[in-house]
């Protein structure tokens, strides 16, 4: 087991560079990866799942002892990611399977790879946790919502039907893996060690099933949505910070705000496109996959240089 938890925590680590290969792979041989689309959809829940294995009571204590300034980043999380997806559709005349899939990953929580990123930047990762959390619980109602909101002008969407959908792909693997963690106790921290490992893994399979799924389509306007996902998750970097900024939060802070506003769960975003939508609307889900654990990268080592913080404790990387 020492060994595999090892090799999970290199995988973890390792996240991007396997997102990107595999995501490259699929581009090149998508034969070999378009039997996966079905498993979509139960590879977010075994993610989901895991993310309920690492959930505490410890993990929302940040709400009590400072609720505005989690309120604050959940807010910003919800109106900024949203608000710049709709403009760059107008600013960029998006086609509409297009367009709903920017909209769409705009509209999902915070990414589960954000706590991560937070701690390397030596931000607060109690409130990267508890914004993380709290955006994940709120979900099934805004993510809906949002997308009804902004994006009906492009195709029809069904609340409902989105409602029920992230109920199944969020809610309930993560009730089921707290329940499992309060029954197991102890023993449940086997499974957690590996967590990133298989996390790693299925984020990689969802992506590829995507990708090969719309292979003719990404070559045709693949650049253009890469365009606009760098933009996308670039201005809710800058955003986040800001708004810590004009808030006058602390550094620490500042850090977790960008991190969690601009990080995205973008398997949600490609399960909810694939299954409401179509694969090309999928597509910008899976390129943010691949951009945001990269960037993200890059931004919590710039971050890690600045001065005027402590490095935090890590508690989960979902």
Known sequence: MRALAALSRFV?????YWVLLFAVLAFLAPEWFIGLKPLIVPLLGLVMFGMGLTLKLDDFAEVGRHPWRVA???????????????????????????????????????????????????GDLALSVAIAAVTTLLAPLLTPALIWLLASAWLPVSFMEMFWS???????????????????????????????????????????????????RIAESGLLIMAVVILHNSFGFLLGYFTGKVFKLPLAQRKSLALEVGMQNSGLGAALASAHFSPLAAVPSALFSVWHNISGALLSTYFRRMEGTEPGGLKTDP
Do not use: Y
């Open 72 to 122: 604050l980043g959940v807010v910003a999380h919800f109106v900024i990611m949203p608000g710049v997806a709709w403009l760059l559709c107008q600013a960029f005349h998006l086609p509409p399977e297009i367009a709903v899939g920017v909209i769409l990953v705009g509209c999902c929580p915070s990414g589960t790879s954000s706590n991560v990123m937070t701690w390397l930047a030596k």
């Open 12 to 16: 973890g680590n390792t996240f991007a």
């Open 166 to 216: 992230i109920l199944q792909l969020v809610m309930l693997p993560i009730v089921l893996g707290v329940l499992a963690q309060k029954l197991l106790g102890a023993r449940v921290q086997v499974a957690v060690d590996v967590l990133p490992l298989v996390s790693v893994v299925s984020i990689v399979l969802i992506v590829c099933a995507v990708v090969a799924a719309s292979q003719a």
